[in-house]
């Protein structure tokens, strides 16, 4: 059965650009539509929505570009109606689940999945309460974010003090600082690529920085997925209900942790170090689902 696909992101971007090509080489349609293009009118949304968004049996989220909270906001709408008629991976419900660290936590602990001791505070005391509680180490983390961006660890109280000062300023009162144990990992850790029930991995190596992200640095390496990994990377994409979902895995000496959820990953990484056809998995899971 032949689809017709929009890919969301950007029309210069790889991950759009191969997933398309590999949509084309099965004889499925497919075009990139970029996000700024979307637009609709309400009571006969698909009139202004773009051809290839109005006409597509399923629609591939790739990114969610930042912008005003207007901009996001509009956009996930957008995409939840567009769910009502068609096909949309991920779910625009799953989308806001792993871009939110808290909820997409929240929703993992639920589930039983071990995570990092975490603790959200919003005013000063309540923050350096949460850093004492955390054994005066933790990693600070933006609730939106991802690449490493905004990271930061908090091992001394002169770390901790412009969070404090924040705070007080913050007028009207209230400044959300995500707190988590840092955990001493042995230098590297693990991404878990889950495509419905096809699993890829990788480890990220770093040499410099504790932060193991590739764009900062970390050298990625093919990795055989234990099966104790591989159910944690399964239940985690259940848990935030996502079809495609990158599982972000710390190991520690309590066991492997399970740090957060991408539900938009990228996995130009692991095609290069596995030599995988994860843009293929990927149409062909689509195809399975239409």
């Not at 979307?38 to 202004?48: A, D, H, N, P, T």
């Not at 419900?93 to 589930?111: F, P, Q, S, T």
């Not at 692991?270 to 689902?289: C, F, K, P, Y």
Request: glycine content about 12%.
């Amino acid at each position: 059965m032949t689809m017709r696909a929009a890919v969301l992101g950007g029309a210069t971007g790889w991950h759009g650009r191969r997933l398309v090509e590999s949509l084309r080489r099965a004889g499925h349609d497919a075009v990139v539509v970029g996000w700024h293009e979307l637009g609709v009118e309400i009571g006969r949304e698909e009139s202004f929505l773009p051809a290839a968004v109005a006409g597509a049996d399923v629609v591939v989220v790739r990114g969610m570009p930042s912008g005003r909270l207007e901009d996001v906001i509009f956009r996930m709408d957008v995409l939840g109606r567009l769910a009502r008629t068609r096909r949309v991976v991920n779910d625009p419900r799953a989308l806001e689940v792993a871009i939110d660290k808290y909820l997409c936590l929240a929703r993992l602990h639920d589930a039983g999945v071990p995570v990092p001791r975490t603790i959200v505070a919003q005013d000063s005391a309540g923050i350096h309460a949460a850093w004492e509680m955390l054994g005066g180490d933790a990693v600070v983390k933006p609730l939106f974010g991802s690449e490493g961006r905004g990271i930061e660890r908090l091992s001394s109280r002169a770390a901790l003090a412009p969070w404090l000062d924040a705070a007080d300023r913050a007028v009207p009162p209230g400044a959300v600082c995500y707190l988590q144990e840092f955990i001493a990992h042995p230098g590297w850790d693990v991404r878990v690529l889950v495509v419905g029930r096809h699993i890829f991995g990788m480890r990220r190596i770093g040499s410099h920085d504790w932060r193991l992200n590739v764009s900062r640095g970390a050298r990625p390496e093919a990795w055989a997925v234990p099966e104790d990994w591989v159910d944690l990377a399964i239940r985690s994409a259940s848990a935030v209900g996502a079809e495609i979902a990158g599982v972000d895995i710390v190991p520690s000496a309590a066991g492997p942790r399970v740090v957060e959820v991408n539900g938009t990953p990228g996995w130009k990484g692991i095609e290069a170090v596995t030599n995988q056809d994860v843009a293929g998995t990927i149409v062909r899971h689509l195809a399975e689902g239409a």
